[in-house]
């Protein structure tokens, strides 16, 4: 069965410390790997999207690696600020489907001051 | 552009009612879908289109019918509500994938849903 777990489930950190957030999959054949934000009642917003040649891609303080081997991916955010504060979702593409997308549960962020 | 817009943002609904959560594009996308999210889960696939007048059946469709008449609007409708309908829909649209590409999905705002 196709899962995407992440962890941790909920984490708390400082304003200006850095955090990474996990990602493992058992999706297959894979396709590719999609990090979203989603802040507090609102819609994901993506922030990477990775291919099965890409090990490492970033999006300003935001650096999502992928190790296709392990199928583990990582989201590293760099000096968190306040508006940090939101869910990440880990999302795989692929499957024996085609390109259907399967979500993890999310990691909640909260960053405080 | 708008984007995806969806309405209402809030609904609450009593057992046996029907509704339909409305969804729209104004970005030309051939691929569209409606998820639930549940607390603790990832979101789950209810149904989804790739193109007017085809649809298909995700993870979770039971409960819940759709139609695309138009690209730009795909309606999602319960036709007699369940307490365990309970949840946040979203709706999400894209181009539609080819070969291994890899484009972007944009999702709406939401419709936090409650049935009593």
Not at chain 1, 64 to 82: C, G, N, P, R, V
Not at chain 2, 65 to 80: A, G, H, K
């Amino acid at each position: 069965k196709n899962q995407v777990e992440q962890s941790p489930q909920s984490l708390i950190i400082l304003e200006g410390k850095n955090c990474t957030l996990q990602c493992n999959y058992t999706v297959s054949p894979f396709s590719n790997l999609r990090w979203y934000k989603q802040d507090t009642g609102r819609g994901p917003v993506s922030l990477t999207i990775m291919t099965f040649s890409e090990n490492t891609k970033s999006n300003g303080r935001y650096t999502a690696t992928l190790d296709a081997d392990t199928k583990q991916s990582s989201l590293h955010i760099t000096a968190s600020q306040l508006s940090d504060s939101a869910s990440y979702i880990c999302v795989v593409s692929g499957g024996n489907a085609g390109n259907m997308l399967t979500f993890g549960g999310g990691t909640r962020l909260m960053v405080k001051p | 552009n708008a984007g995806v817009t969806q309405t209402p943002k809030f609904q609450v609904l009593k057992t046996g009612q029907s509704m339909t959560l409305q969804c729209a594009q104004d970005m030309n996308h051939e691929y569209m879908s409606w998820y639930r999210q549940d607390p603790g889960m990832g979101l789950r696939l209810i149904h989804y289109s790739v193109g007017a007048g085809i649809t298909d059946q995700g993870e979770v469709p039971n409960g819940y019918n759709v139609s695309r008449s138009t690209t730009e609007d795909f309606p999602l409708r319960l036709l007699s509500a369940a307490p365990s309908q309970t949840s946040v829909y979203f709706c999400a649209s894209r181009r539609t994938s080819s070969g291994n590409s890899y484009n972007e999905q944009f999702f709406g705002p939401g419709t936090r849903l409650t049935v009593l």
